[in-house]
């Protein structure tokens, strides 16, 4: 593909290779799938010739994402430290250290340039270097150049929050555009071609032109499958036949597959175009023509290419095993993938990439009764573990009932009781809590045969940990005492830890009052000692707690910081759990649009059910409802399924307040009252102040006045109509849309201010009713609503504001955008910065991410 059209993105690289040697830069070039990023950092380097040394790796499109793949292409070039400890299977920390050591050469070496190819099929770990290594290059004489598709990177894509860690200050985004009309009008003249039809077909992008001018006078294909496969069709069969075993290996084939081949065929390819050198190797000219060849192949003809490749690549020393479990399963050998698959699962996982573990693992354990008794309880172990640091609390559930039946078998009294705990925790996680109890009873039965141990121990804090999530403070202190009692008699650290976080947040959630400090020293403890899991755990505690005692102040920096911590770590579980926590205190400061960003981002991840979805739906089902969605039912009731299934207060509870506030809206007061009193009974029993004090307003409010009067003030406050009272606790524990509900309960003033709110929010049902009421008490002057377009939006925005957000969505700049809709700049300005205060946005291609989500986009009047 010839370079047009990017003299100034070079000149820019060029620039930033210079200014590097006061400090490291980063270019991070983006462009979606075929604009030319490869060919423009290749045409880089060479114009740097002597005066960098590059370092070239790249992210491969496998079946499971190599683990730290870039560094390990960069280990082989550089042959020193980084490759020792590379081979010697280091970790995380080690691998880094040695990567920068590897940069901080001698003087005379000329300038490192390190090259990050394909960053968007990057695995966690290779992020996390990007990270770690953006936050200390500043202070060295190096330039990374990083590339992705963004076209292939969607709002919740983790490679984006690794690049928002970059410093701004010495990171350059350089985004990479279609080639303009006259560009590809100039080629086509040359070639003889309909320059409105290869436009048309291409888009301007520079690989689907090049190929298309290359067809060489036959008519046009439809597809970039079609161009490559007639060109392949004019190869001699011996080079065709390399060119088809080139296809089924992502991103390059290495010297040592094609080392057999004759140099001849080689070059046959590579003069037609098919192929071109790389690395030592050959590769397309594009992923996209590599894709288009294998997709091609038969079934049959595409897994003997990867066996024949499979046994070239075992035979290589320091292979990554991650390609070796890629081309054993689609080769279908399944010893292969059992031998391959435990040694990259155990890879992944010493290089924190636990999805990827679990990946490799997953695929081995699917022929692990091929093993020894012992070796497949290991496999099945390992895999469920890191099953369960990623997230997949089912496919670990199902891995560790296999493993207990290993044990079992194997009379191993000790590891079945470890694995009965494990059940436990991850039927949790799933929801089932009748699973979890009856396996938590089962492993400290089966652990009290045999001398106390660790798992014993652990099995105790377990038992802790069930009746503290269930609100059962007393029961988990004493059994929390217990396993820290045992534990620190033989010296567990990590289970001490473990249950001295189940008693502190049965504490903090009892109204201690320095519970909350306890959490906070015992995350600091466990992260010290790298017990990431734990770690995390006191910090997601310390959010949910304050959350549950409705101090929403103090829990929106707790979240944050637990959101940030569970993320660092990949501990995908949390994650996706803390989002939907995170939605529930939006939406009481009334970010709403934040709130729906960030349930919609937990409920589109792999885990759909369980305990993880439960805060994510219930935001969402409860903004629904205030915005009069028909959604509103369904996910209210896929709300209530789900925290059903797990008994526990702080999720049915909830759920129960939010549908009785639901009925309540639609007019429904007597199925509102049977909601709010089937969670109040639970809340009663468990004294949950909180939640006593919120399902006993919302009985009130359905016009039953049987209350326990034991509630939390705030709502004692508005069932005894201090509204005044109410909304100014309300304001002092930050819950804004608390206060409004107060404030929509007092005078005339107070209840325009609360229109004004829910107007702004766009909560039309609740403003609807609020007006309604207002009418029958008897005010005058009630406010009028906002135009029907405007409440119909789900963002809120006026017509004018959805018009912008069309143009901006077409990448309009603010001055195109006022040429088009024959406004003034300074308006244009305006309207962009309400649309991306109502959106809960900070830029324009938040905005864009945002309209795409919530439908909002819309072609403006011509």
Not at 119 to 135: C, F, K, N, P, Y
Not at 159 to 166: C, E, S
Not at 629 to 649: F, I, K, M, S
Not at 678 to 705: Q, T
């Amino acid at each position: 593909m010839e370079l047009w059209e990017r003299s100034g993105t070079l000149d820019l690289l060029g620039d930033l290779l210079r200014e590097s040697a006061r400090g490291g830069r980063v270019a991070v070039v983006a462009g979606e799938a075929g604009i030319g990023k490869s060919v423009l950092v290749t045409e880089f380097v060479r114009r740097c010739g002597p005066a960098a040394w590059v370092l070239w790796g790249g992210c491969d499109r496998l079946i499971t994402p190599r683990a730290l793949g870039p560094l390990h292409d960069i280990g082989r070039q550089t042959r020193g430290v980084l490759a020792k400890r590379l081979n010697a299977g280091a970790t995380q920390e080690e691998l880094f250290t040695a990567f920068l050591d590897e940069l901080s050469g001698p003087p005379q070496r000329p300038r490192p340039v390190v090259v990050v190819e394909d960053a968007h099929w990057a695995d966690e770990a290779t992020l996390d270097w990007l990270i770690w290594s953006g936050r200390r290059i500043g202070r060295m004489s190096v330039l990374f150049v990083v590339t992705y598709r963004d076209d292939e990177v969607g709002a919740e894509h983790p490679l984006r929050g690794a690049l928002a860690t970059l410093p701004g200050a010495i990171t350059r985004r350089v985004s990479l555009s279609p080639l303009s009309r006259e560009c590809v009008a100039d080629q086509a003249y040359r070639t003889g071609r309909d320059p409105e039809l290869v436009y048309r077909l291409s888009g301007g992008n520079p690989l689907l032109v090049t190929e298309l001018l290359k067809a060489e006078g036959r008519a046009v294909p439809a597809t970039v499958q079609d161009l490559v496969l007639d060109r392949l069709r004019l190869l001699p069969r011996p080079a065709r036949e390399l060119a088809h075993l080139v296809s089924v290996i992502p991103t390059r084939a290495d010297a040592a597959v094609v080392a057999g081949v004759l140099p001849d065929l080689v070059d046959v390819c590579v003069d037609a175009g098919v192929l071109v050198p790389s690395g030592g190797g050959v590769s397309y000219r594009h992923e996209l023509l590599r894709s288009a060849v294998e997709d091609a192949l038969s079934p049959a003809r595409r897994a003997a290419l990867h066996r024949r490749v499979l046994g070239v690549l075992a035979g290589v020393p320091g292979v990554d095993p991650g390609r070796l479990v890629h081309h054993a399963t689609q080769a279908g050998d399944e010893a292969a993938v059992l031998r391959y698959g435990q040694v990259a699962g155990a890879g992944a996982a010493r290089q924190g990439a636990h999805r990827e573990a679990a990946a490799h693992y997953r695929a081995a354990a699917v022929y692990a009764d091929r093993l020894p008794d012992q070796q497949q309880a290991e496999l099945l172990e390992a895999y469920a573990f890191q099953a369960y640091l990623a997230g997949l609390a089912e496919e670990g559930l199902q891995a560790r009932w296999a493993a207990l039946a290993v044990r079992e078998n194997l009379r191993q009294p000790e590891q079945a009781g470890e694995n009965l705990r494990w059940i436990s925790r991850l039927a949790w996680w799933a929801g089932n809590a009748g699973q979890a109890w009856e396996a938590a009873a089962r492993a400290i039965t089966v652990l009290e045969t045999e001398l106390p141990g660790r798992q014993l121990a652990m099995a105790y804090s377990n038992r802790s940990q069930l009746h503290m999530l269930a609100g059962e403070g007393e029961a988990a202190i004493s059994w929390g005492e217990r396993a820290r009692t045992l534990a620190v008699r033989l010296g567990d650290v990590e289970t001490s830890v473990h249950a001295e976080i189940n008693v502190s947040t049965a504490r903090l959630t009892g109204g201690a009052e320095t519970a909350a400090a306890a959490l906070r020293e015992v995350h600091e403890r466990a992260s010290t000692l790298g017990l990431a899991d734990h770690a995390a755990r006191a910090l997601v505690n310390l959010a949910t707690s304050l959350v549950q005692l409705a101090e929403y102040e103090a829990a929106a920096p707790a979240v944050e910081h637990a959101l940030a911590y569970a993320t660092q770590q990949d501990l995908d579980g949390y994650v996706q759990y803390l989002l939907g926590v995170r939605a529930g205190v939006r939406l009481v400061r009334c970010d709403w649009a934040g709130a729906l960003a960030d349930a919609d981002a937990a409920l589109d991840r792999p885990v759909r059910a369980g305990v993880a979805v439960v805060p994510a739906l219930l935001a969402r089902g409860r903004i629904q409802a205030a915005r009069g969605e028909r959604e509103a039912r369904v996910t209210l009731d896929e709300a209530a399924r789900q925290a059903e299934r797990t008994g526990e207060v702080q999720r049915v509870c909830p759920v129960a307040a939010a549908r009785s506030e639901y009925f309540l809206l639609y007019g429904d007061a007597r199925r509102a009252a049977e909601e709010a009193r089937h969670g109040l009974d639970l809340a009663v029993r468990a004294n949950h102040s909180v939640y006593i004090g919120e399902l006993a307003y919302r009985l009130w409010r359905a016009g039953d006045a049987g209350s326990p009067g034991a509630g939390a003030r705030p709502y004692q406050m508005m069932i005894d109509e201090d509204w005044a009272a109410a909304a100014a606790e309300w304001a002092r524990r930050g819950a804004a849309y608390m206060r409004v509900e107060a404030l929509a309960g007092g005078d005339q003033g107070a209840a325009a201010e609360a229109l004004r709110v829910l107007d702004e929010l766009g909560a039309t049902r609740v403003a609807e009713r609020l007006r309604a009421e207002l009418r029958r008490r008897g005010f005058t002057q009630v406010p009028r609503g906002p135009r029907r377009t405007t409440a119909a939006n789900p963002g809120g925005l006026t017509l004018r504001q959805a018009e912008v957000l069309a143009l901006l969505a077409e990448g309009l700049s603010n001055a195109e955008i006022a040429g088009h809709l024959s406004l003034s700049v300074k308006t244009v300005d305006h309207h962009v910065s309400a649309v991306l205060d109502k959106l809960g946005v900070a830029n324009r291609g938040q905005a864009v991410a945002a309209a795409h989500r919530l439908n909002l986009v819309r072609k403006p009047a011509k």
